[in-house]
């Protein structure tokens, strides 16, 4: 027998069942964060990978004409103040990516393709795109620019949003976490208060009374926590399976995994400490009023 | 008398349970350092609860306690447990409790003050064999008789040596024999400093032991000093 433990907590009728919504809420919560965790990763590699904000379309005319006019474009862009990289795509590029759309056996003859120059801006200087416009519909009135910026934005925010929300579910299901527990605790005292009033008469200290809470509260915390969390890691093994086998393997970077190992390894502890905590404060109130 | 020679001074001290009697009408009294007091009075009189107030299970409803030298009416929540450390308290209904081995009741305050060792613990089970309850170290009270619950609730009170011990009806329990052995027991730590009230009914104890003997009478207290006896 613990000799710690004065009150008979661990038969606790009132805390039976808080170790099984403990376990339940980790498990989403902790899915809930490596899903927070998933999304700012693929933000980072969208923001690195995805540069090029603006595009120029230079129609296809005889050979001859279409690579002098993609010269001057280059040249003009090359000297706009903000402008800080001007890529011309390779024709072979641009032909993999119609077959990737169209297929194996579409007909390229029929459907020239367009020259299509990438554009990276410094981002330090304001481009005004208007105004690029109408200086590039001087060189060829066939000119089509295209501002990627618009939809890049719509995604990064949505992506942002998502690591947003998802981080706010994190929490509420930790409150949530920590509610019961704090609920749990309240009743507890009731059930036991004769015994509480006997530790208080022999001279136990508040914070004495409290420890015994608090050990129990981390142990069972901590093993229905690791429950969840070790549930959650094999639902994120399964996922992760299911995506290699898809062909997104690229999704997962190691990075992601190796942080998502951290999350699945730390949130027992994270949350049973934070339940030890709430238990301390519901105990100490308690007693104080 | 200086205020440091004073475990606890009383004065004016009345009170009255929300649904009852008036049953203090201002007590005023000194308890001194190393003293040893009988507390009397018929049943009902107050004497529970007068020990009650002194060890702080009960606020006057009127007048003042001083305990160690602490204003009772000011003791934040802080400070109450240290004085409380300084009391052993043998409650006329015991309050063991019942999920905890004998031998660990009695050495709770022990555990309480973090003071619990293997020389308390030896000191523990010498204190249950000296009382007669040397057998039922590993017992737990619901199988104890009412005698040996009182007994074990004796030694846990006593197990800290207090400089206060408060005694409700300690040989209530018990057959005379025994109950001669406790208030030698209670002699000893008196002896070793310890100031002893003892709220009793038996008379036999009364006549053999000659302490000073508080009498609760209608809400008042009466003092009879120490009588001289001469020991057979
Ligand atoms: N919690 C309470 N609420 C209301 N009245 C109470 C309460 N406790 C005690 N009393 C009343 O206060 C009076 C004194 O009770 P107390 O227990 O102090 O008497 P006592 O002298 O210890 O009696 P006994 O010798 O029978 O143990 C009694 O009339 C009792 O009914
Ligand atoms: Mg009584």
């Given at each position: 027998m613990?000799?710690?433990?004065?009150?008979?907590?661990?038969?606790?009728?009132?805390?039976?069942?808080?170790?099984?919504?403990?376990?339940?809420?980790?498990?989403?919560?902790?899915?809930?964060?490596?899903?927070?965790?998933?999304?700012?990763?693929?933000?980072?590699?969208?923001?690195?990978?995805?540069?090029?904000?603006?595009?120029?379309?230079?129609?296809?005319?005889?050979?001859?004409?279409?690579?002098?006019?993609?010269?001057?474009?280059?040249?003009?862009?090359?000297?706009?103040?903000?402008?800080?990289?001007?890529?011309?795509?390779?024709?072979?590029?641009?032909?993999?990516?119609?077959?990737?759309?169209?297929?194996?056996?579409?007909?390229?003859?029929?459907?020239?393709?367009?020259?299509?120059?990438?554009?990276?801006?410094?981002?330090?200087?304001?481009?005004?795109?208007?105004?690029?416009?109408?200086?590039?519909?001087?060189?060829?009135?066939?000119?089509?620019?295209?501002?990627?910026?618009?939809?890049?934005?719509?995604?990064?925010?949505?992506?942002?949003?998502?690591?947003?929300?998802?981080?706010?579910?994190?929490?509420?299901?930790?409150?949530?976490?920590?509610?019961?527990?704090?609920?749990?605790?309240?009743?507890?005292?009731?059930?036991?208060?004769?015994?509480?009033?006997?530790?208080?008469?022999?001279?136990?200290?508040?914070?004495?009374?409290?420890?015994?809470?608090?050990?129990?509260?981390?142990?069972?915390?901590?093993?229905?926590?690791?429950?969840?969390?070790?549930?959650?890691?094999?639902?994120?093994?399964?996922?992760?399976?299911?995506?290699?086998k898809s062909g997104f393997s690229f999704m997962m970077s190691s990075s992601f995994f190796f942080q998502s190992i951290c999350v699945f390894i730390l949130s027992p502890f994270f949350t049973a400490l934070s339940m030890m905590l709430a238990a301390r404060l519901a105990v100490m109130k308690a007693l104080r009023s | 008398m200086t205020v440091s020679d004073m475990i606890a001074r009383l004065v004016g001290v009345g009170h009255k349970y929300e649904t009852g009697p008036e049953i203090f009408k201002g007590i005023t009294v000194d308890i001194e350092k190393g003293s040893f007091h009988f507390l009397t009075g018929p049943s009902g009189s107050g004497k529970s609860s007068l020990l009650r107030m002194l060890y702080l299970g009960l606020k006057p409803t009127w007048g003042n306690i001083q305990l160690f030298g602490e204003d009772t009416l000011k003791v934040t929540s802080s400070l109450l447990p240290l004085l409380r450390q300084k009391i052993g308290v043998v409650f006329q209904e015991f309050k063991l409790l019942d999920h905890l081995r004998v031998i660990d009741n009695v050495s709770l305050p022990l555990r309480v003050r973090g003071i619990e060792s293997k020389r308390g613990q030896k000191h523990v089970q010498e204190l249950l064999d000296w009382i007669g309850l040397g057998d039922c170290l590993k017992a737990y009270p619901p199988s104890l008789s009412g005698g040996q619950k009182q007994r074990v609730s004796i030694a846990r009170a006593i197990i800290t040596r207090p400089q206060l011990l408060l005694a409700d009806e300690p040989t209530g329990n018990v057959d005379d024999d025994m109950a001669m052995k406790l208030l030698y027991l209670f002699e000893e730590l008196n002896k070793m400093g310890t100031a002893v009230i003892i709220a009793t009914h038996n008379q036999r104890i009364l006549e053999k032991f000659p302490y000073s003997q508080l009498t609760i009478k209608e809400g008042s207290l009466l003092k009879l000093p120490m009588r001289k006896v001469a020991y057979e």
């Open positions: 613990n000799k710690r433990q004065d009150l008979p907590l661990k038969n606790d009728v009132a805390a039976r069942f808080v170790p099984k919504i403990v376990a339940l809420m980790v498990y989403v919560g902790t899915l809930c964060f490596v899903f927070t965790l998933f999304m700012t990763h693929t933000a980072h590699i969208w923001e690195t990978q995805f540069t090029t904000q603006l595009s120029i379309e230079i129609p296809t005319f005889s050979d001859n004409a279409s690579s002098a006019l993609q010269e001057r474009v280059v040249q003009f862009l090359n000297r706009t103040p903000g402008v800080q990289r001007v890529i011309t795509v390779p024709q072979k590029e641009m032909e993999n990516l119609f077959y990737s759309l169209l297929g194996e056996d579409a007909n390229l003859e029929l459907l020239p393709l367009p020259a299509v120059i990438d554009v990276t801006l410094d981002g330090k200087e304001n481009v005004d795109i208007q105004n690029l416009e109408s200086h590039l519909k001087n060189i060829s009135p066939y000119l089509q620019i295209v501002d990627h910026r618009v939809w890049q934005n719509h995604v990064t925010n949505l992506i942002h949003t998502g690591v947003f929300l998802a981080l706010i579910i994190t929490l509420l299901i930790l409150s949530a976490a920590l509610a019961t527990t704090t609920f749990a605790i309240r009743t507890s005292l009731l059930i036991h208060r004769q015994i509480i009033e006997v530790l208080s008469l022999i001279g136990a200290t508040h914070s004495y009374i409290a420890t015994q809470f608090q050990i129990n509260v981390f142990k069972q915390g901590l093993i229905a926590s690791s429950i969840g969390s070790f549930i959650a890691f094999l639902t994120f093994l399964g996922i992760k399976i299911l995506l290699e | -």
